[in-house]
């Protein structure tokens, strides 16, 4: 049959006049006319459209100049029923709808996709070693493996899986034994736009008998403003670290929890004043040089 008849047909079997047709498509009815008359054919594009609009394969529009065969499984497609389709739902004249659906490729391990097909193929004049056979020689021919094995990297991602899946489980062993305590964000309050103050207050205590200094640096580092508290060697004893929002929260800590603990002696708060460099990563801009060459 004709492209002309085919349209011809489509388009009455769904109640549709030329001006209708032309509407949904985005052609003049004259366009229509001259196709169902056979002066012209529709151009690729249009065809496209048709095929959605009639919800056809762009083959069967054109009178099934050739035999479709699923690029995947090799196996014929004579009804455009049992065409896969895009995600759009548009219909992919490439694959069956067994292998392809909404866009996603139902197979990508050739083994399973044989296992499926032979089961399918054997009767009493064709046995499953021969089917087997046949689907090892026949599907590596096909567009779908023969692309699926140009992208394939040997083996390469399946072993990158492993050794990430690897590496996790060793995190989490690790995390669980608490060898890695925690996870933290460096965050430039600065380019933030965020006011933040952080202070290092020198901490002189008694220690407690039969606790030493671990008792006393509990209660500190158990306030939810402390982010840091190190045993120091030296004139003072702890150094804690706090952030606030100003300098006058951040006093206010000191003097109202801080200091009037019994354990403490005194406190000296430095507020800094800018990061140059925090836990390995450099804050500051590199200098310009804003001398003028001469």
Not at 1 to 9: F, R, S, W
Not at 204 to 212: D, E, I, K, L, S
Not at 225 to 240: H, Q, T
Request: aromatic fraction near 8%; hydrophobic fraction near 35%; include cysteine.
């Amino acid at each position: 049959m004709k492209t002309k008849n085919i349209i011809l047909q489509l388009r009455k079997e769904r109640g549709m006049s030329q001006d209708e047709l032309a509407d949904k498509i985005m052609v003049t009815r004259q366009a229509v006319s001259r196709w169902e008359n056979c002066d012209t054919v529709p151009n690729i594009d249009t065809l496209k459209l048709l095929s959605k609009e009639f919800d056809v394969s762009i083959n069967t529009l054109l009178g099934e100049p050739r035999k479709l065969i699923c690029q995947c499984c090799g196996m014929p497609i004579d009804d455009d029923s049992i065409l896969g389709r895009d995600k759009d739902g548009t219909l992919n004249e490439e694959y069956c709808k067994w292998c392809y659906a909404d866009g996603t490729y139902t197979y990508n391990d050739m083994d399973e996709l044989i296992d499926v097909c032979v089961k399918n193929m054997v009767n009493e004049n064709f046995t499953e070693e021969q089917a087997h056979s046949y689907l090892k020689e026949m599907l590596p021919k096909l567009d779908y493996w023969k692309r699926y094995d140009e992208l394939s990297d040997n083996g390469q991602f399946e072993e990158f899986k492993k050794q990430l899946i690897n590496e996790i489980n060793e995190l989490q062993k690790m995390e669980e034994e608490h060898i890695i305590c925690g996870y933290h964000t460096l965050i430039d309050w600065d380019k933030a736009g965020i006011e933040k103050v952080t202070a290092l207050i020198e901490v002189r205590v008694t220690p407690q008998r039969g606790m030493g200094f671990d008792k006393v640096a509990e209660r500190i580092y158990n306030y939810p403003e402390v982010n840091s508290v190190y045993l120091i060697s030296g004139g003072f004893d702890f150094m804690v670290t706090i952030e606030g929002k100003t300098l006058r929260e951040v006093s206010q800590f000191v003097s109202n929890k801080l200091s009037p603990l019994d354990s403490v002696l005194s406190t000296k708060t430095n507020f800094i004043l800018k990061k140059y460099k925090d836990h390995g990563t450099v804050m500051a801009e590199p200098a310009k040089d804003e001398r003028i060459e001469m």
